[in-house]
């Protein structure tokens, strides 16, 4: 697993390089989602499949802006799905964007997830890695250093609900305001990795992404978004669900570009996820 955290470090530095970059044209390319792919994207994608590739221990991996998993090494362990560089259109106005690795040992499915990682490009260079407990790391002089450990408070105070509101279900919208009713505030970039980074750091909140009329699986994928923040937020003593399974962490493996809906917080504000969702979904 030392191997994989150093290579996530040397695909964040260089990630961060190409951002500072200013030409962030659009390709021809749309990636598996159907969305037409910025430079960058690819960029991106092809900096983490290079280093990668040079970990003994990987045996696939998948990136998001890719249709097909990628073996490497027959006798590798880790199964790796990677998003590398999500919120991309975020880059031209200058907000925060960030790369997210879900490691998986033997194959896909959040039952097999080992390890959870996402670096946060921003005023400044973060990564939060995760392996039983959920650890900050910042970026200074060319290298990570430990910053500390993050545990989220059994309840927080902002709320970050995404999704187009007029799509919603009416039990969700009157769920989402009963916290904003309780003294919660709206925390919402459009980037789940500065999002969800928001509510680890402030010590607890809630970011839901609902299914929709018009996206009934929710938007967010599940082995390269959902999973890996789930594991994050369970071992920083907070919770997610999909609002329909018992333990999402159980969930094994279904089409790589799966997605479903999702919810992230700490406690407090999943307990009442959980309960609106099974009231209404009887
Ligand atoms: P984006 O499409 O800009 O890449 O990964 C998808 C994502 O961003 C998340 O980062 C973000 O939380 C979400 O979509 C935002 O979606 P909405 O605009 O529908 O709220």
Redesign the pocket.
Known sequence: MKDIFDAIQRCAIRIKDAIDVKDIGYSQKENSSG?TQLQLDIQCDLIIEEELATVPSVHTIASEEKEHELIIRENGKYFIAY?PL?????VDVNLSVGSIFGIYEGEWGARNMVASCYVVYGPRVEMVFAENKTQLYLLQAGEFEFVKEIRLNEKGNLNAP???QQNWTAYHKEMVDSFFAEGYRLR?S????P?LHQILLKGGGLFS?PATSDRPDG???KLF?VFPFAYIFKMAGGDAIDGINENIMALSHDHIHGTSQCFFGSKYEIARVKEVYARNNQ
């Open positions: 969305e998003d999500d919120g991309s259109s975020l995404g999704g187009t919402y459009g980037g789940m990795v999002d992404y938007k967010l994928r978004e």
